[in-house]
Antibody
Framework: EVQVVESGGGLVKPGGSLRLSCTAS???????????MYWARQAPGEGLEWVGL??????????DYAAPVKGRFTISRDDSRNTIYLQMDSLRSEDTAVYYC?????????WGQGTVVTVS | DTVLTQSPISLAVTPGEPASISCRST??????????LDWYLQKPGQSPQILIY???NRASGVPDRFSGSGSGTDFTLRISRVEAEDAGIYYC????????FGQGTRVEIK
């Protein structure tokens, strides 16, 4: 069974930085190296918002970001650790949210329980 | 950018009755032969749980009263007979190539 675990959340001051990690294991149909991986977030009382994605190494480890975080957030991956990272810089109060990591289709997306980021 | 619009925004359903939620997109959600539209249910304090993936495929463990259909820009989630445990917020999500979520539909049980 695929398991996804996020970590690294916490309290940070506006303008500060934080790095989140997401480790996935138990892939069935394919290995982590072939997986697209995603970050999403949910501000208190709000809906889900996509943050960014990273494609597989074979597809160039291409990244894409939602407009509100572009230029401030960076996603990277370490396939040897089955882990992706979300480097968050120049944090703002509106970045306060639960941050979720999810996998691509194996055969369906798998989500973690989330990690809380508070910017205050 | 692709925008997903769900309707209705909220829904109150009597147990045993059917329910359906629509998700409409400003662009086709079909790419490389795949319908990149998934449905999630989020209960309070929990992460989203996958119900339907790639348009019409039920994830393991999801009751067969849930079904997904649609193509192109119009997709629908149906619950054949609502149960009390189905309460929560339902989201549609487009995963590739430009991910986005619908705004959510709150389902309450009468």
């Amino acid at each position: 069974e695929v398991q996804v675990v996020e970590s690294g959340g916490g309290l940070v001051k506006p303008g500060g930085s934080l790095r989140l990690s997401c480790t996935a294991s138990g892939f069935i149909g394919f290995s982590f190296v072939n997986a697209w991986m995603y970050w999403a977030r949910q501000a208190p009382g709000e809906g889900l918002e996509w943050v960014g994605l990273i494609t597989s190494k074979n597809e160039g480890e291409t990244t894409d970001y939602a407009a509100p975080v572009k230029g401030r957030f960076t996603i990277s991956r370490d396939d040897s650790r089955n882990t992706i990272y979300l480097q968050m810089d120049s944090l703002r109060s509106e970045d306060t949210a639960v941050y979720y990591c999810s996998t691509g289709y194996d055969p369906w997306p798998h989500w973690g329980q989330g990690t809380v980021v508070t910017v205050s | 950018d692709t925008v997903l619009t769900q309707s209705p925004i909220s829904l109150a359903v009597t147990p045993g009755e059917p329910a359906s939620i629509s998700c409409r997109s400003t662009q086709s959600l079909v790419s490389n032969g795949y319908k990149y539209l998934d449905w999630y249910l989020q209960k309070p304090g929990q992460s989203p749980q996958i119900l339907i993936y790639l348009g019409s495929n039920r994830a393991s463990g999801v009751p067969d009263r849930f079904s997904g259909s649609g193509s192109g820009t119009d997709f629908t989630l149906r619950i054949s007979r609502v149960e009390a445990e189905d309460a929560g917020i339902y989201y549609c999500m487009h995963a590739r190539p430009n991910p986005t979520f619908g705004q959510g539909t709150r389902v309450e049980i009468k």
